[in-house]
């Protein structure tokens, strides 16, 4: 079982690469899409195996919260709110891919060093999960600085609350299901008040680049 969940923490962290190279808004949500997907797969492995164990169903009701929030109705919202605005085409981001494809290595060595110092975490199987989902909370939060667009800033802030999902996931076995269910919580009601932040944003400024903002200082 930890050899499929190896795998899948490994395919997470890809997913971050390729949405890191992604140059357009569709690609980002698509992306984001799969590697919430694979993410469902990793909750689901350790659902019914908890179930065979212990006789829990709280990761597996977190399995189909994932499907129905993050695989269906995040995308969908997303590809909405991308058909609703008017968006002009032009580079989405502040450096060339090439640099930020090598920051993101430089990021997932950086934390596998900061995590293999820490007394307590396996040096074996469990690691190498932490140290890939670690590496997706660091490369979301570098998604989400170095994109222009504001629905790739809500990609980048989606991308940073999955790598802190599956890091407690592998490094817990799956938290208490109260806890999984205030962290949905709060991330449906920051999804909804960034959405309306990007309307915002376009019939302020008829653009959802957030260097337009800069206008507003004096």
């Known amino acids: 079982m930890e ?9 997470i962290l890809v997913s971050s690469f390729a949405l890191m190279a992604n140059k357009r808004i569709k690609s980002y949500i698509n992306t984001f899409r799969i590697q919430a997907i694979l993410i469902s797969i990793a909750a689901g492995i350790m659902g019914a195996q908890s179930y065979a164990i212990e006789k829990r169903i709280d990761i597996i009701i977190v399995c189909v919260l994932i499907v129905v929030l993050k695989v269906y109705y995040i995308p969908k919202m997303l590809h909405k709110t991308y058909a609703d605005i008017e968006y002009k085409v032009g580079k989405d981001f502040f450096f060339n891919i ?6 993101c290595f ?8 900061c995590i293999s110092d820490i007394q307590g975490i396996d040096k074996g199987q469990l690691n190498i999960q932490i140290v890939n989902s670690v590496s997706v909370v660091m490369i979301g939060i570098l998604f989400m600085i170095s994109r222009k667009k504001a629905i790739g800033m809500i990609v980048g802030f989606l991308v940073i609350e999955n790598g802190l999902f599956v890091t407690t996931l592998f490094a817990t076995q799956g938290m208490p299901f109260i806890v999984d269910m205030g962290i949905f919580i709060d991330m449906i009601t920051g999804i909804l008040i960034m959405g309306i932040m990007v309307f915002r944003i376009n019939d302020k400024f008829d653009s959802i680049d957030i260097n337009d903002m800069k206008s507003l200082r004096g």
């Open 98 to 103: 090439p640099v930020l494809i090598f920051a």
């Open 3 to 11: 050899k499929y969940l190896d795998i899948l923490s490994i395919l």
């Open 106 to 113: 430089a990021l997932v060595v950086f934390s596998y060093y």
